[in-house]
């Protein structure tokens, strides 16, 4: 395994799953291992040391089976970067390594390997490139209001940005799909408006600022319980976003989720979560947290809607 993690899973599940009590003893937990349970293409980890759940999605478009040399390289080139950037002087550091490896929740010696052009086997390279194309979506990045969603909105140093979504996977998507519309719309309208509207005047600013911030909308859907969350995207992502965005600009993506209430009101995913001898797990009280692969397809830019 390229990291000490071990998650127990129960059967594939569909739309109306059945979960499994998990039988995993307090002592494991204890240790750090987490449990899950996968349904359809999904999987659910939890880790009660970190209080969040983890729901990670495989699809034939977000895993990819084939390694193209062009984008190892410059991923390579990317993650190089990165460690130098962590390093005290001029040559690589293992400890910035590791510190990289952590921020990228990569086992450290098998980074070590990859930027050294070491052999690492296909699967284990495989791996390393899905995950180093991936963004990790946590409570951190919950907008919880209109001043702090206007923030990343107006921020100056972001050039472009990728719109993407998660709803409850235990439904059929039409349950959201209006919800989800409606947040998708919202962000990509709030993005468009307010930098068609930018202007370098201070004072035009601060009135675009508060014309902004004055959207009686959000709270609308807050109320109908869509959440949006917003992180900057490493990097190293600017090598696979194509040659649209240029190496200084900074990639952010909103994240529109719904759903997330049915989802850990799930009886039966409450029962799968009680584990033995490790009972005391409150579901609601734990953080989501969603493993993005960023559509760069969809990548909006800034440069598109200001004014000439």
């Known amino acids: 395994m390229d990291k000490e993690n071990i998650t127990i899973s129960t059967s594939t599940l569909n739309l109306d799953p059945l979960y499994k009590t998990l039988d995993l003893s307090s002592s494991m937990v204890n240790k750090g291992i987490t449990s899950g349970v996968s349904f ?8 009660p040391g970190n209080n969040n759940i983890t729901i990670s999605t495989t699809n034939d478009s977000s895993i990819s089976n084939q390694i193209d040399p062009k984008e190892v390289a410059e991923l ?12 005290e002087g001029d040559k690589i550091e293992d400890k910035a390594i590791r510190k990289a490896a ?10 070590e390997k990859f930027i050294n052009d070491e052999s690492i086997s296909k699967s284990v390279q495989l791996k390393l490139i899905n995950a180093l ?7 951190n990045h919950h907008q919880k209001n209109i001043v702090d969603l206007v923030k990343q909105i107006s921020n100056e140093n972001v050039d472009a940005v990728v719109v993407d979504y998660w709803y409850n996977p235990t439904s059929h998507i039409s ?3 209006d919800d989800l519309k409606d947040g998708i719309n919202y962000i990509n309208k709030k993005w468009k408006d307010y930098w ?37 995207l490493p990097k190293y992502m600017h090598r696979i976003a194509g040659k649209k965005v240029k190496s200084e600009s900074v990639m952010g993506i909103f994240y529109v989720v719904v759903g ?8 039966n995913l409450k029962i799968a979560l009680d584990e033995k001898g490790n009972n005391t797990i409150d579901i609601s009280k734990l953080d989501p947290e969603f493993p993005v692969t960023p559509n760069f397809k969809n990548l909006i830019l800034k440069e598109d809607f200001l004014d000439e």
């Open 76 to 87: 390579k080139l990317g993650v190089k970067n990165i460690i130098q950037n962590l390093s």
């Open 133 to 139: 194309k991936a963004v990790t979506i946590s409570s």
């Open 196 to 232: 068609t509207e930018y202007s370098t005047d201070p004072i035009k600013a601060i009135d675009l600022i508060d014309k902004h911030e004055n959207d009686s909308i959000f709270h609308e859907l807050e109320l109908r319980r869509i959440k949006f969350y917003f992180a900057i």
């Open 40 to 47: 359809g293409s999904n999987n659910l980890t939890v880790n």
């Open 260 to 267: 997330w209430e049915d989802f850990i009101d799930l009886d």
């Open 102 to 111: 952590d921020e990228l929740n990569i086992y450290w010696k098998t980074l």
């Open 175 to 177: 349950q959201y799909k």
